[in-house]
């Protein structure tokens, strides 16, 4: 019988296609990856990776075992999920991932209210770009900018991201033509707002990147150029108003997501009324 921490990092490994994911994933060294993968090879009798120089490929065995055992990680995972469902106690944690700009300006604010009313529930808030692997249990509950297609996830459509073109006063009363601009930086060129940004630039400079939405309007705020943020980011800030575009600004739809077992938790459920509450007042589904 093989060891089922070898197994586990053998899932890892299969995952991430190489040693050192594995090992960051797993908190440890790849040597350690490595040896661990060789001892379930000497269990089971079989060559699951090819070891060369800078790839571990899987062999057909490889592929055959990553399959069998991706569905006891999944499984495992669902044992995992359930016992946080079922199993409560008077003090709850609930982990929520969303993007940075929701969790800053709409979700954090809110939170002493929900203290308020349910002060048996300590909320986790993780604002990150990336999406929070749900099954894995990064999260209990996420807002995502993206509808999952996962079949088994509990989907809830709460709200709708509505951007706009923002400048000082000052530099908004500049002729269109002397217009700087402030951008995200290459990693976000397929999203709507960048894409959208592209078609209002007409030859007129990027003065600025940032990879952070922060960052980006606080340079807007010092009068460098004219940036797209949401609605709900910039409407409220003293130092920015809109400015007028000849193409319509773009949407997002946002979602909530989490799995129906832990759905069935009441401290989940809370939360998940929470989030749907706070997030339709900014992000309205319907003007």
Request: charged share 20%; aromatic share 6%; proline share 7%.
């Amino acid at each position: 019988m093989f060891d089922w921490q070898d197994l586990k990092h053998f899932v890892v490994l299969a995952r991430t296609g190489s040693l050192s994911a594995a090992a960051r994933e797993m908190g440890c060294d790849h040597a350690t990856v490595g040896r661990r993968v060789a001892a379930m090879e000497k269990a089971l009798g079989l060559r699951l990776i090819l070891r060369l120089p800078r790839s571990t490929p899987l062999t057909q065995d490889g592929k055959m075992i990553a399959g069998l055992a991706a569905e006891i990680e999944n499984q495992s995972h669902a044992i995992v999920r359930h016992a946080r469902s079922a199993g409560e106690t008077p003090q709850t944690q609930v982990r929520i991932s969303a993007p940075p700009s929701v969790a800053a300006r709409i979700i954090a604010p809110q939170i002493a209210q929900f203290h308020q009313d349910f002060p048996h529930i300590t909320l986790i808030l993780s604002g990150e770009s990336a999406i929070a692997e749900l099954d894995r249990g990064d999260a209990e509950v996420a807002v995502r900018m993206v509808r999952p297609q996962q079949p088994d996830l509990l989907v809830q459509r709460i709200g709708l991201m509505r951007y706009a073109l923002y400048a000082t006063p000052q530099h908004a009363a500049l002729p269109e033509a002397a217009r700087a601009f402030i951008a995200y930086d290459h990693h976000y060129q397929h999203q709507p707002h960048q894409q959208w940004l592209q078609l209002l630039l007409q030859g007129r400079p990027v003065v600025f990147e940032a990879s952070d939405l922060f960052s980006l309007q606080e340079a807007a705020r010092s009068g460098l150029g004219a940036v797209v943020l949401p609605t709900f980011v910039a409407d409220s800030d003293p130092e920015l108003v809109v400015l007028p575009t000849a193409i319509a600004a773009p949407t997002r739809e946002l979602w909530l997501v989490t799995y129906p077992d832990l759905a069935r938790s009441v401290a989940v459920r809370a939360v998940m009324t929470f989030l749907a509450d706070i997030i339709e007042k900014k992000c309205p589904l319907v003007t």
